[in-house]
Structures are given as structure tokens and as C-alpha cells.
């Protein structure tokens, strides 16, 4: 009979004790925290009061390993967004709406958690335990053979370090020097604050708006998407320093300052946010354990225990179920008990990890107050991406190229196709490039911003 332990029951968690089902005869979720069957965020979760959006990337694998789940999703509120009515704008303009491929659900993180959960509880051989804390994991004879929880051995032919970046496991085994993976950190100083707006079909005539970040000009970002109980929910952000506050006063001038004006009309007509929180997110930080030699058979990492970026860009949960896909593709290859597992997993999974690291840390450089490694060519990248995003200003399939590239549907390397690169190309020559919507999104049902 074969055994598995997830520490965490958190989305990496969840989907990764999904993943494993299917392969493994006994599953045990453990959780530290009490967990309430009602969609509520968690305590050791701060920044699930934030906009979250699972990445089509994560939904696909979300509906496979859960069919129905879309629905069910959709029947408790989650909306249903794309790039048909989206307003993103970015680099003085607002990205061609149209086709950008395949749909994505909005909601709140405590409610995607919360169906997970129940998904997870109807499963026979997955046993979730919450209020447990896991001490340490026991390493005997060259491997891990299970966890320890007050004092009593919990064995398990594999443990999965699902528990978050500041993950206590991770502690143990570096400064006991038993797994001492290599640290990249790159430190952003993002400062998050979000709260509620009511939401009804004459606010806005879009689906969701988005103020990214347009450097060197602004930093700062704003984010309205709709979500169950007919809300919208508002993210503001700066870096380095730059905090939006959570004061509605604060949370005005903040939004004023944004170089899309209808972020600010949206809050000021419905306004002010309810329930305001805040959130600081110090740095991004990648523990490389695709880089160990040896590896501790029965232990693998997944999830932002194995690297947190900038959640800014929303791909945290969808990397995290492709890491989890990867373990199942991974144990399914090779048994659970294999002691080459380890490392053929983490090698798929910094594969896996590579594309949004690279997408969130390389734009992070654009500010000159970020610190940390900086890859080689992140510059040239950078300035081959600005291109792309003004580009998509007027064309359809690059907003839609880049977008599938931003959902983690398609690699980087899709936006250097060569029919990629002459879109590019042609909109910056003179009298090819169609003019740039200029105007902004109508708020409100008489206002014109």
C-alpha cells in the first residue's frame, strides 16, 4: 500500500492531493490552520483578500482533474471573462479587444478554495487534517519517511511541501543542511490594497478593466474584476515603496494618480470600497532545487514553497496546478517511492517555472530600484516586449498571442514566431500603424470619461 502526505491545503495543495489520487492508495492533506466551510480568507493567507484570476493554463487542468467544476464555479457567482469587452491599458493605450483566446472564471481565492475543498472531501482516499502543524519531516536512513506532529511520526512513502514560501520544512532542512537548495531574490517591495465595490450591468461597459504598469511614465496599478455576489473587487498596487493606503481618501488619490482615468470614476461612483485590506509582498524568491545533487528521495517542493513571484501578473495558482500535473506525470513515470523522483520532477518543474519567473522578475527590472539577480538579455527582452504590448494596441492576434503567453497556454517563444515579429514590425512603420484608441471605457450609465 502506498502513501502520500501534502503539508498544506492550500490551491498547490489541494490540486496537488488531486493529482495524486489517481496514483497513490492513501492521501493526507495536513493543514495547520481550522478551515470553515464557508468562503472566507484565511488567516495565514493575507494576500487571498487580494485579486486573484486562475490563468486558463490552470483552469484547463482545474476542469480536467474536476469535471463540472466551471459550472458549479459559474452557479455560485464566479463570472466568466475575455478579451471581448476587456480594458487593459498599458504603454499609452488600451489592448485590441477581441479573441484572445479561450474564456477565464473571476472570482475570490476563498471561494475557489473552498469548492476545491469539497471536490478534495469526496474523494475516498484523500483525508484532509486540519489544525495540524507539521514540526519537521523525519529523514532516516538518506530519506524522508514521513512527517512529525507532536512528537508522533506520521510515515509516508512521499512528502509534498505544499506550505508556502516561508514554508517551516524548507527552514529545517537548510539550516540542518540536510537540503540547502540555491535562493534567487529579487526584491520588489510590492504593496497591495483591495476592498468591494457593489457591482450592476450599468457600471461599466466592459467585463473587467486593468491599469498596468506603463515605465518609465507610472509604476503603479489598478484592477477592477467582477466576482460572486454581484461584486467587483479593486486591487490597487505600487512598488518600492509606493503604498496605495487603505483610507478612502488614500484610496482615491491613488486611483486618480492611475494614467487610466476609469479606475478612479468606477470607485468614486461606487464607492468607497468595503472591506479594504493590505498586503506587502517583499520579494520574489525561487528556491532551486532543480540545481541539488543529491536530492532527498520521499521529499519533493511545489508551489510558492518553491517560488513566489511578484503576484502582481496572477500566475501563481495556475503554475502551481502545472507543477502539480508534473508530479502526477512524474510518479506515474516512475512509482512513488522512486528515489530518482525527486529530481526528475524538479527538473520539470523549473522548466515549468522558468516562463512566469521570467515574465514577472524580467518586467520587475523595468523599475531602477529593483535588486537581484537579473538574467542575462532581460533588457533586450524588456524592450522586445514593450513593442509587443503597443503593437497590441491595434491588433487582435498580438493581444491574443500575448495573451496566451501571459496565461502560461503557450511559451515565450510564441511571441517570436515570425508572424509574431512582423505584426511587430509593421505597426511601427510609419502609415502602417492604425491609430491608438485613445478615448477610455464609459462609467457609469450617463458619465463619459
Known amino acids: 500500500m502506498t502513501s502520500a502526505i501534502v503539508v498544506g491545503a492550500s490551491v498547490a495543495g489541494l490540486l496537488t492531493a488531486r493529482v495524486l489520487s489517481d496514483l497513490v492508495d492513501e492521501v493526507v492533506v495536513m493543514e495547520r490552520e481550522r478551515l ?27 476542469v480536467a482533474w474536476f469535471p463540472g467544476i466551471d459550472d458549479e464555479l459559474e452557479r455560485m457567482g464566479a463570472v466568466w471573462i475575455d478579451g471581448t469587452r476587456a480594458w487593459v491599458y498599458q504603454a499609452g493605450g488600451y489592448r485590441a479587444q477581441g479573441d484572445w483566446g479561450r474564456s477565464a472564471l473571476s472570482m475570490t ?13 469526496a474523494l475516498d482516499n484523500v483525508r484532509l487534517d486540519d489544525g495540524v502543524v507539521v514540526d519537521r519531516v523525519d529523514v532516516s536512513a538518506g530519506r524522508v519517511s514521513g512527517v512529525v506532529v507532536g512528537g508522533v511520526l506520521h510515515r509516508a512513502d512521499l512528502v509534498v511541501d505544499c506550505s508556502g514560501r516561508s514554508s517551516r520544512i524548507a527552514h529545517q532542512l537548510e539550516s540542518s543542511g540536510v537540503l540547502a537548495p540555491p535562493v534567487t531574490r529579487v526584491t520588489i517591495d510590492c504593496a497591495y490594497a483591495s476592498g468591494f465595490l457593489p457591482r450592476s450591468t450599468d457600471d461599466f461597459e466592459g467585463t473587467f478593466l ?6 518609465p511614465t507610472s509604476f503603479r496599478t489598478g484592477a477592477i474584476l467582477p466576482v460572486e455576489g454581484d461584486r467587483w473587487i479593486v486591487t490597487l498596487a505600487g512598488v518600492h515603496g509606493d503604498a496605495p493606503g487603505t483610507a478612502e481618501d488614500e484610496v482615491l488619490a491613488f486611483a486618480r494618480s492611475l494614467l487610466s482615468p476609469a ?38 517542493t511545489l508551489g510558492d514553497a518553491a517560488c513566489s513571484f511578484n503576484p ?7 503554475c502551481a496546478a ?12 516512475l512509482g512513488v517511492r522512486s528515489e530518482e523522483l525527486p529530481r526528475r520532477y524538479h527538473r520539470r518543474a523549473a522548466r515549468i517555472i522558468d516562463a512566469p519567473w521570467a515574465i514577472a522578475v524580467g518586467a ?41 503567453v501571459l496565461n502560461l497556454v503557450e511559451p515565450t517563444r510564441r511571441l517570436l514566431r515570425p508572424s509574431v515579429v512582423a505584426r511587430v514590425l509593421a505597426s511601427s512603420v510609419p502609415g502602417r500603424r492604425r491609430q491608438t484608441r485613445l478615448g477610455h471605457p464609459r462609467v457609469g450609465p450617463s458619465n463619459t470619461v
Open 36 to 62: 470553515d466551510d464557508v468562503p472566507l480568507p484565511r488567516g495565514h493567507v493575507p494576500q487571498g483578500r487580494h485579486l486573484h484570476l486562475l490563468l486558463t493554463a490552470g483552469l484547463d487542468l482545474l
Open 364 to 404: 520587475d527590472f523595468l523599475h531602477p530600484k529593483t535588486v537581484g539577480a537579473k538574467a542575462r538579455g532581460t533588457d533586450q527582452v524588456n524592450r522586445y516586449v514593450l513593442r509587443v504590448v503597443k503593437a497590441s494596441h491595434t491588433s487582435v492576434q498580438l493581444a491574443r498571442s500575448f495573451n496566451l
Open 322 to 333: 502545472l507543477q502539480a500535473d508534473a508530479l502526477g506525470d512524474t510518479v506515474r513515470e
Open 210 to 215: 486593468v491599469c498596468a504598469t506603463s515605465p
Open 109 to 121: 481565492r476563498p471561494l475557489l478554495e473552498l469548492v476545491v475543498r469539497h471536490r478534495i472531501a
Open 312 to 318: 502582481i501578473y496572477g500566475q501563481g495558482m495556475a
Open 263 to 300: 479606475v478612479a470614476q468606477l470607485v468614486e461612483g461606487a464607492g468607497p470600497l468595503s472591506s479594504m485590506a493590505s498586503y506587502r509582498f517583499p520579494s520574489s524568491q525561487r528556491r532551486h532545487y532543480e540545481k541539488v545533487r543529491p536530492l532527498l528521495p520521499g521529499f519533493v
